[in-house]
């Protein structure tokens, strides 16, 4: 168990960062719908990365309630990278290291032996998550690249922003 002080109290908040499973899939998706700023896809594909991914993904849980949740997984063609896909952190437990804390358990595991840099693609208005990815490379002492990725008119939906692509390391 971890233990992340609140800003609003000395209250703390005990929680467990784990793999997930399938079961999980469907509150995946529900913390995710909660959100309301992340991309949510079908309940479907949280459903295969908890069964085909669990090696390269973080289930955060208090009191059997998940509170946050790490996609990655490793691209065929670069095998010494991780690419994370979505970072959720439910609101009441942002701004206290969850999501940080959810990428470096990440970056222990036997999924991510060899792996030495990070990539995930970031909208330009996301702060949070550019802050996140920035004190991670800074916790990480190395590099953090931004690169142009994926372009507005890619999107078939109007109004989706173009995507940077955040790269990490080396580590």
């Known amino acids: 168990m971890n233990a992340v002080k609140t800003g609003e109290s000395d209250k703390l908040i005990s929680h467990r960062i784990r793999k997930p499973t399938k079961t999980d899939g469907a509150n ?10 992340l991309d949510l896809n079908s309940t479907y594909s949280y459903l295969m990365l908890c069964e085909f991914y669990p090696e390269t993904c973080a289930v955060a849980e208090e009191d059997q309630q ?15 990278t991780i690419f994370v896909w979505q970072v959720a952190v439910h609101e009441s437990y942002r701004g206290k290291g969850l999501g940080r804390k959810l990428l470096q358990e990440l970056l222990k595991r036997k999924g991510c032996e060899n792996i030495h840099n990070l ?3 970031i909208s330009p208005s996301n702060l949070p998550s550019q802050s996140l990815f920035k004190g991670l490379a800074k916790h990480l ?14 999107f078939p939906e109007p109004g989706h922003e173009a995507e940077q692509m955040y790269r990490i390391g080396p580590f």
């Open 119 to 121: 990539e995930a693609t």
């Open 141 to 154: 002492n190395c590099s953090c690249n931004i690169t142009e990725c994926f372009s507005e008119d890619l």
């Open 28 to 37: 995946i998706w529900k913390l995710i719908k909660s959100i309301r700023t």
């Open 66 to 80: 998940i509170i946050g949740f790490v996609s990655a997984f490793r691209p065929p063609s670069s095998r010494d």
